[in-house]
């Protein structure tokens, strides 16, 4: 086993989603969603296909701006934070993209395996040794060891995704986040990654968010469940309540699409949202319509105040 890559255990951050509302070509993706990741806790985040579970990512990834509300890790704003805010920021995260294609894995085409790993630890200070050690190491756990020399595109589909992730665990950020964790792999594979994410968190005490449909795979790593349906997080909680009876894909989806009571968000609501005051600074505004019958009623109810007071 190898030590953590900055030879000290990171604690990972709090991470926090406030009142997120973002439209994708005028279409609501995310409203008002509200989500907090605990310190050093895996928080797995499952819903129906297109509830808008990358995109979340990707905006805690800083790919996309929220239309209104924040993101932010341990305080600091991801889409508002400085360069050098926005460069240890970057440094701390390690992001595993969805998709199994070279592009979508966004493994480096004309790398080696070995020299994606290389590349993605070059820059810690490590020594050479200390880089080769670790990326052997990782290959080593996706059973990559013996393609070492191969190009990404030389792979099966299956291979590139466990290179990609051998990739994002070589790092050891603070914070991990791994999108569409199991797509790509059958259930052997599945287990090798669950063992390696679980033994590095327990390591590192990273901060974990895991994209899934797999409801085995959620039961093994989450410490608390996050439901996301129509751009909302619909339930929130422990894997053993949250995905109680849950047997399989459609009974999750037929579960969780009840109890989005609310449906997809209203595209004027949205517009409204994003084009309207700030809710959280909002103030209580008096319409100056109101103000002179708000007048008379308190002088007539101080006058009968007095009255009362006069005549005892
Ligand atoms: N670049 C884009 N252009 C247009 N629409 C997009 C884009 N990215 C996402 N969307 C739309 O946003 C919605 C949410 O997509 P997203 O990929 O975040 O969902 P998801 O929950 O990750 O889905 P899946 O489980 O299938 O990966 C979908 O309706 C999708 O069509």
């Given at each position: 086993m190898t030590g953590p890559v900055s030879g000290a255990s990171p604690r990972g951050p709090a991470i926090d989603f406030t009142d997120v509302t973002t439209t994708i070509d005028d279409t609501p993706v995310l409203f008002r969603l509200g989500l907090h990741l605990a310190p050093g806790t895996v928080t797995v985040l499952m819903g129906p296909s297109g509830s808008g579970k990358t995109t979340l990512v990707r905006h805690l990834a800083g790919l996309v701006a929220p239309g209104r509300g924040t993101v932010t890790v341990d305080g600091v704003d991801v889409h508002a934070a400085g360069e050098a805010q926005l460069r240890q920021l970057r440094r701390g995260m390690s992001v595993l993209f969805g998709g199994p294609s070279v592009f979508e894995s966004s493994?480096?085409?004309?790398?080696s395996a070995y020299d994606n790993l290389a590349y993605a630890l070059d820059?810690?200070?490590?020594s050479p040794e200390r880089v080769e050690r670790i990326a052997m190491h990782r290959l080593r756990e996706m059973r990559l060891h013996d393609r070492a020399d191969t190009l990404p595109a030389e792979l099966p589909a299956h291979g590139r995704k466990r290179l990609a992730i051998a990739r994002t665990l070589?790092?050891?950020?603070?914070v991990l986040v791994l999108d569409?964790?199991?797509?790509?792999?059958?259930a052997a594979h599945a287990d090798t990654l669950v063992a390696a994410v679980r033994e590095q968190h327990e390591r590192t005490g990273a901060t974990v968010l895991v994209t899934t449909h797999d409801i085995a795979l959620a039961r093994e790593l989450a410490d608390t469940v996050a439901i996301l349906c129509h751009g909302r997080i619909v339930a929130c909680g422990p894997p053993s309540e949250l995905?109680?009876?849950?047997?399989d894909a459609d009974d999750f989806d037929r579960r969780f699409r009840i109890s989005d009571f609310l449906g997809p968000p209203d595209p004027e609501a949205t517009r409204a949202e994003l084009d309207g005051p700030r809710r959280r600074s909002r103030t209580i505004e008096l319409d100056p319509r109101l103000l002179v019958p708000a007048l008379v009623v308190l002088a007539l109810v101080t006058s009968y105040c007095l009255f009362l007071l006069l005549t005892r």
């Open positions: 493994l480096f085409g004309s790398l820059g810690r200070g490590l070589a790092v050891e950020a603070p569409e964790l199991e797509t790509g792999l059958d995905l109680h009876g849950v047997t």
